[in-house]
């Protein structure tokens, strides 16, 4: 009988830990589906549709086209440069973003220099790493806080030479993202002005001649796809179109973002007291075992074995 019930606990504590279990998992995808970008808002009846604004924003693999090289930009020491004046003997990636985006482009960029660490080809030695604002009023001193940012969780202080944030007008803007593919478009930040984009996220790599050999899409990049890619393009060939799955970079409504954000809160709060409830109940279940183990009278052996 005694073990029976034991068994019957023991059970009892697992269905309640595999059901704490579940509450957990669901309390993480609450918390995993809030964000004030590209995801769909709660209470939005046309959510399962994109924004009409995002219908000008795309990422066209426009591979083996030549990158206009003489475009005029400036790096972060704020000298005059032009994007061929990286290429010719090494190949090169090309992130194009905005320093002052609240999410995504530092994600985009979070993901190139983490994959970058796990290869071990080195900036300015056997490759270069491009970043162009599609911001005309970001200035240099933006992007050399950007570049001291990303050198430094890169790693090698070395390849500094390898790495150039540059900045530029619209003109030399628009002539590079036209023949990437790279489709944006300017849209109101939280505080209604116009100074935050709409894009999606991609790096492309170029070849020493300044052809777009592969184009990667998302914010995370696979090391071992970007060093093959890297050997590819130095030595001049074209890779394949990938799957478009898009990573758009976009503020919705902020009033509906701060709805759902209210929404998952809750219900996280709701699971956080439903597993202390639970722990609760187990702890004076067992403790209450313990007792009625101590209580039992110790059988007399002698009885027994007489």
């Known amino acids: 009988m005694q073990a029976a019930n034991t068994i019957r ?29 590209g995801d769909k808002q709660m209470g939005d009846p046309a959510s399962d549709h994109l924004p009409t ?33 990286y290429l010719g003997k090494r190949p090169a990636i090309l992130a194009l973003v ?14 190139l220099t983490g994959a970058l660490e796990m290869v071990k080809f080195r900036p300015g030695n056997d490759f270069d790493v491009i970043v162009v604002s599609i911001d005309p009023s970001e200035t240099p001193q933006i ?52 100074t935050q984009f709409a894009h999606a996220s991609a790096i492309q790599l170029l070849t ?8 990667y899409l998302g914010v995370e990049y696979s090391p071992k796809d970007l060093r093959i890619g890297l050997v590819e393009a130095s030595e001049g060939k074209i ?20 709805h759902s954000l209210v929404v998952a809160r809750v219900v996280q709060l709701g699971c956080v007291l439903t597993m202390f ?13 313990l007792k009625q183990k101590k209580a039992m009278p110790l059988p007399n052996w002698k009885n027994v074995i007489g």
């Open 9 to 37: 606990k023991s059970k009892m504590a697992q269905g309640f830990c595999a059901l704490a279990t579940c509450l957990v998992l669901a309390g993480s995808a609450a918390l995993a589906q809030v964000s004030s970008y």
């Open 53 to 85: 604004v995002l219908n000008k924003v795309s990422i066209v693999q426009r591979l083996n086209t030549r990158i206009p090289l003489n475009g005029e930009f400036r790096d972060e020491s704020g000298k005059a440069v032009r994007i061929g004046d």
């Open 98 to 111: 905005y320093y002052n985006c609240p999410t995504l482009c530092s994600e985009e960029l979070d993901g």
């Open 143 to 194: 992007a050399a806080k950007k570049k001291v940012f990303y050198l430094k969780r890169y790693g090698h202080p070395e390849t500094a030479n390898g790495w150039h944030f540059l900045t530029g007008e619209q003109p030399a803007i628009n002539a590079l993202a036209t023949a990437t593919g790279f489709g944006y478009v300017r849209v109101p930040g939280p505080d209604g002005k116009m």
């Open 208 to 215: 020493p001649d300044g052809r777009l050999s592969q184009y």
């Open 239 to 258: 890779g394949s179109p990938v799957d478009a799955i898009l990573t758009y970079c976009y503020r919705y409504d902020p009033m509906l973002n701060r």
């Open 277 to 289: 409830c639970l722990g609760g109940y187990m702890v004076v279940m067992f403790r209450r075992d």
